[in-house]
């Protein structure tokens, strides 16, 4: 004697589910989603980490004056906005974003040389540069002393510092919450 057993269920529902194809999809969508919100929370963070103070001591060469303010800032790469204006977000494809500020040109990135620092070696055309700023802004800013041989950039963390905290995990949580999301609609 033998008995006859069927299991049961929504075979079509977890055939769909198991289709790659679909999965892929669905798991593009929804990841590169997060990955693009990621981009823009880091890109703010970023933001937020400069517009804090990240400062190493800015002085001298540093500083920078406020046009027709008669007024000098501790902050020149927010106040003058080249900085803060220069951080970006570009989406490289579903799961990888690039959150800083993009490279402007092949010889220099002045965005590494910002974050990390750098020592600069003084040159004749640069000394004729430094008396050039001095007189356009009426002294402002010095010339160069004939002692001085390298410019020090002094580093200024600014990436490093936001990703500080809790943002790591929430980009992480982000993630994980897309990958769940596409779980569930697979298993509909």
């Not at 929504?10 to 981009?39: D, H, I, S, Y």
Request: charged share 20%; no cysteine; net charge positive.
């Amino acid at each position: 004697m033998a008995e006859f057993i069927r299991l049961t269920g929504p075979w079509k529902a977890l055939q769909a589910g198991l289709n790659p194809a679909k999965f892929k999809a669905n798991m593009e969508r929804n990841v590169g989603r997060a990955t693009r919100q990621n981009a823009l929370v880091v890109q703010k963070e970023i933001q937020a980490t400069i517009k804090g103070g990240v400062n190493p001591g800015i002085t001298g060469l540093s500083q920078m004056h406020h046009k027709g303010s008669g007024k000098s800032s501790d902050k020149p790469l927010v106040d003058e906005g080249s900085l803060w204006m220069n951080v970006n977000t570009r989406v490289v494809s579903w799961r990888e974003a690039f959150a800083g500020i993009i490279k402007g040109s092949e010889q220099y990135d002045i965005g590494v040389t910002l974050h990390e620092g750098a020592s600069i070696q003084v040159t004749d055309r640069m000394r004729a540069y430094f008396r050039y700023l001095a007189h356009e802004t009426g002294g402002v800013i010095k010339p160069l002393l004939d002692s001085t041989t390298v410019i020090v950039i002094p580093p200024r963390p600014f990436i490093k510092l936001a990703y500080t905290g809790s943002v790591s995990k929430d980009l992480q949580n982000r993630w994980k919450m897309a990958m769940q999301m596409t779980m569930r609609e697979i298993a509909r």
